[in-house]
């Protein structure tokens, strides 16, 4: 019996990137991401140092096919968007000064 486990990551995206996901992908989307990890630390209000680490998205492509996921049904952005990556979209201003944390 083939038995599944589901694994979640934390993925940071930037810019056109980050935009396209949010209109784009919903929860349980197929997807391609690929970039390098990160690992950050900081201290919690008790004082105990805390560790995460993260995937930092350069690149990202759509594996869902075209009318399986939701809003995807007429075209729509598979025609366009699969294999985007960061450097192929215009900087939009962000820097590690507008992290909230």
């Known amino acids: 019996k083939?038995?599944?486990?589901?694994e979640w990551h934390t993925v940071v995206l930037w810019r056109g990137l980050?935009?396209?996901s949010q209109k784009y992908l919903h929860k349980g989307s197929?997807?391609?991401?690929?970039?390098r990890l990160r690992t950050r630390s900081w201290e919690d209000k008790e004082g105990?140092?805390?560790f995460a680490t993260e995937v930092v998205g350069d690149n990202l492509i759509m594996l869902?096919?075209?009318g399986e996921s939701h809003g995807f049904t007429?075209?729509?952005p598979h025609d366009n968007l699969e294999g985007i990556s960061?450097?192929?979209?215009?900087?939009?201003?962000?820097?590690s000064?507008?992290?909230p944390f």
């Open 48 to 50: 105990n140092k805390k």
């Open 2 to 6: 083939l038995v599944s486990q589901t």
């Open 97 to 99: 000064e507008d992290l």
């Open 30 to 35: 197929l997807v391609y991401i690929e970039g």
């Open 64 to 66: 869902d096919k075209r």
């Open 18 to 20: 980050a935009e396209l």
């Open 74 to 76: 007429n075209g729509g």
């Open 86 to 95: 960061n450097s192929e979209i215009p900087p939009g201003g962000e820097t």
